[in-house]
Each structure stands twice: as C-alpha cells, then as structure tokens.
C-alpha cells in the first residue's frame, strides 16, 4: 500500500513538474524576443549620436530602422500570437494622424487638388518661363522630408506600444533608457570639463550640449530622463510603501532610507541629468522642468495612498533639492534669466516675439492651406520684414504649435495635435485610475507636459532624437495605461 501511495506522489509530483514547465514555455512563446528589444533599445541609444538626428541622412536612417523593426514585430506577432491590446481611444488619434500623413502628401501632389489651392509664388514661376507644377507646398523635398520625420516618430511609438504590453518589459525598457540618457548627460558634462566639442555651435560652447547641436534640444532630450528618474524615485509613495509612523523625525529618517537605499541609482541619474541640464543654460528647458515637476506632485498628492505629511515632505525635498542645485551651479542659467528683464533689451526674446507675430500673419493670410509640410524657411523668406530679417533666417518659428499651423494649415495642425492629446490623455487616465504600477502612465503624461511645455518656445520636438525617446515614452504609458490591467495581470500569475 505505501509502495503505491509512493507511486501516485511520484506520478503527482512529475506531471506538477511538466504542466509548470509546459506554461513557463508558453509563457515564453508569447513574450516578444529578446533580439528585438535589445535592437530597439539600440536604437535609442544610437539616435541622439549623430548630433540629435539631424542631419537628413540621419533621419532617414532612423525611420528605415524604425520600419525594419516593425515589420519584424509584425512577423514575429503573427507568428507567436503576441498580446496587442489597443485601447478604444487610440482608433480616433490613429485616424487623425493618418488625415495629418495624407493631407501633407496632397500638399506637394500636384494636379489632384484645385489650381487655386496652390501656392501663387508658383504661376508666378510659371509667367517667369519656369516650366514648374503648382502644389500648395513651398518645397516638396522639406514637405517629404518632414513627413518621413513625423512617420519615424509615429513608428516608434507603435514599436514602444508593442514591446511593453507586459509590465516587465515596460520597466526594463524605461530602466534602460534612463541609462541611455544618464549617458549622454555624463558625457556633455566631460565635454564641458575637457573643452572638447563632438558637436554644437560656438554660440553654445560655454553651454552642455553633449551631441545636440543646440542647448535647448539638449535640455528637453534630458529632461525626458529626469522625468523617469524622478517616477522611479517617488514609486514607493505611489504603492503607499513610504513610512507611516506618526513621529515626524522617523518618518523623515525612513524616507531617506527608501530613497538611497532601495533608489539610489535613479537617485544618481537625476543629480547627474539635472546637473547637465543645469549646464545646458536653457531658459525654457528649466521653466518647463519646473511645470512638469509641479505636474508630477500633484498627480502623487491625488493619487498616493501615503500619509499627507509624507507627501508633503516628498515634495517639498523634491523641490527644495532641485533649486539648491540650480542656485549652486547655475550661474550661467540664472544670468540669461536676469537678461530677459533687462531695461535696455530683451535680446533673443524679442526677435523670437517677432518671429511669432510674422508667423500668426502668415498663418492669416492661409489659414487652411498652410504652406506646405517643413517648409517653414521657405514661408520665413516670403512674409518676413527687413528688421526680422536683419536678426537672421528663421528656418523655424520656435514655437512647435505655430509652425505646425503655418506648415499645415489649421485644420491638419488641429488633427496633429488632438491625436497627441488624445495619446496623452489616455497616459493621464491611467496615471489617475490604475491601482497599481502608476509609473508607466505617470511619467508618460509627465512627459507630455514637460515637451508641450517647451514647444512654446523652441521647437525641440523636430529634432529625431527628442521626437522619437518622447514617442518611446508615451508608448510604453499607453500600454500599460488601462485600469484593468491590474487584475488581468494578476490573474496571469
């Protein structure tokens, strides 16, 4: 009777052993591999590299990359059954950017859209002996070139989308690309300290630019890494793990504790960005630190389920953290700030305010045609006066909201941007209702803040390497953004 009783347990046990070994398998079939993660986390890493992206060739690279990656997704996708589970809201934004793609490519077709769309400067080409088609773009290449840029950013976020449906995934993407962007904060501070250049003016060689070519493209590129380091840091406080002793001093003492202990290396990485960013003296990649900062507490305070003096304490050491180091090493910042309230000038404020002024004129004058997809320089040399024209060539309005109104038109550049709030409202709905693992949504919508808030100034967004680590980003918080998520998750393990 033992004998068999030995027998059965053996039969139990091994059949146990078969069925666990038969689900991890399985669970394995259905994760995306290893290969394409690692392709796609190199190819953040390499974005930045060539001075932002900037260069056409560059560009182009990245979005032929971008494609190849995803058609691989694709096969593996169909082959494996990956899980792709697309939220209801995203249809609507996918159409609208599809309507952006197609009404930028009718921008430089010529004979499908009525003669009296196009531009004028073209019969006038035309009663100059030029033999030329009309097309409502002022240069088909910049138009095309443009449209390859939109579509390389679009690419990756669908690829970030893709690769971080399951919550492992999605952390170690947003680890390593904390890591990616500590890098090349580390090196634009060893620029600064060895005077050596990879890239950059001389009009930004006393600034941090690490391989930008301008400091406040740098700056938002940085930032997008502060804002996930400062998501890892305050976790604790979003899953209500942070001390709730009712003494004020051991509530101080473990807080501490949790941050440079159980966060330390996001820890690090914030000290280092925010020491670059610092260095980079960029007027507006501060102030929209500062509003994606103050975006990010009130999301915790709403949200933690940690007393109201621990997260009044966690901000306030937030803040109070960041300021010290900015008052300590920013000289340089600080100096440009006190320029813009100088009595006898206003300096680069002032020709930007014109430059804004030039283009809401040019946008009156074609508010529903615009004047073709990038080519802002082209519509620069048209409408602009002698006194703007004498501070130099604008070959963009920095202001990424106004461009994209003169280029397309307001009723492309109003589908452009309800898409990307579309896309960001779905991170916001996540970061306010999901119960669990908040990071993802929390640092995309925070993220979203902190470029919206610069492209008012600047225009950043068309730098490949910031327009694309951004898409990443709101990929990776719109696939773990759904509520239900939590308990689906659960059920799996």
Excluded at 14 to 32: L, Q, V
């Amino acid at each position: 009777m033992s004998s068999s009783a030995e027998t059965v347990a053996i039969n139990s046990e091994g059949g146990a052993r078969r069925s666990t070994a038969r689900r991890s398998r399985t669970r394995r079939a259905a994760e995306t591999p290893k290969a394409l993660e690692y392709a796609f986390l190199a190819l953040l890493a390499w974005l930045p590299l060539p001075i932002g992206g900037h260069a056409d060739w560059a560009a182009a690279l990245a979005a032929t990359l971008t494609g190849v990656l995803l058609l691989v997704w694709l096969a593996v996708a169909w082959r494996r059954a990956l899980p792709f589970d697309v939220p209801f809201v995203l249809l609507p934004a996918a159409l609208l950017m599809t309507g952006v793609a197609v009404w930028s490519v009718l921008q430089v077709t010529p004979g499908v859209l009525p003669a009296e769309w196009n531009h004028p400067i073209w019969a006038d080409a035309l009663a100059y002996g030029l033999a030329v088609e009309g097309v409502v773009s002022l240069n088909r290449s910049a138009s095309f070139d443009a449209l390859m840029r939109l579509s390389a950013a679009v690419g990756m976020f669908v690829l970030a989308f893709a690769l971080a449906q399951r919550e492992t995934q999605a952390r170690r993407l947003l680890t390593v690309l904390l890591a990616i962007i500590t890098g090349y904060a580390l090196f634009g501070i060893a620029q600064e300290l060895t005077g050596w250049r990879l890239s950059g003016s001389d009009h930004h060689r006393a600034n941090v630019v690490s391989t930008f070519i301008n400091r406040n493209h740098f700056a938002t590129y940085a930032n997008l890494g502060l804002v996930i380091a400062l998501g890892l840091m305050i976790e604790p406080l979003l899953r209500g793990d942070a001390a709730r002793d009712d003494r004020f001093g051991r509530r101080v003492a473990q807080a501490i504790a949790t941050i440079f202990e159980e966060r330390r290396y996001p820890l690090m990485a914030a000290v280092i960005i925010l020491l670059a960013v610092v260095g980079s003296a960029s007027r507006g990649g501060l102030l929209s630190l500062i509003g994606a900062g103050f975006f990010l507490l009130a999301i915790v305070f709403l949200v933690s389920r940690a007393p109201r003096g621990t997260k009044l304490l966690a901000g306030i050491a937030t803040l109070g953290g960041g300021g010290l180091l900015v008052w300590l090493t920013g000289d340089v910042l600080l100096e440009r700030f006190q320029v813009i309230f100088a009595a006898e000038t206003l300096g680069d404020v002032d020709i930007r305010i014109q430059a804004w002024e030039m283009t809401l004129g040019a946008i009156a004058e074609r508010p529903l045609l615009g004047y073709g997809f990038g080519a802002y320089q082209e519509m620069f040399f048209l409408e602009h006066d002698p006194e703007l024209g004498a501070a130099g060539i604008f070959d963009h309005a920095h202001n990424d909201y106004l461009q994209a109104a003169a280029e397309l038109g307001l009723p492309a550049a109003g589908a452009l941007w309800l898409a990307l709030l579309l896309v960001w409202g779905l991170c916001l709905t996540g970061a306010l209702r999901r119960r669990r693992r908040r990071i993802y949504p929390l640092v995309a919508s925070t993220a979203g803040v902190l470029v919206g808030l610069h492209a008012i100034t600047d225009f950043s967004l068309l730098m490949p390497a910031v327009a694309m680590t951004f898409a990443a980003i709101l990929g990776i918080g719109c696939a773990q953004s759904r509520p239900y998520q939590d308990s689906r998750q659960d059920s799996r393990r």
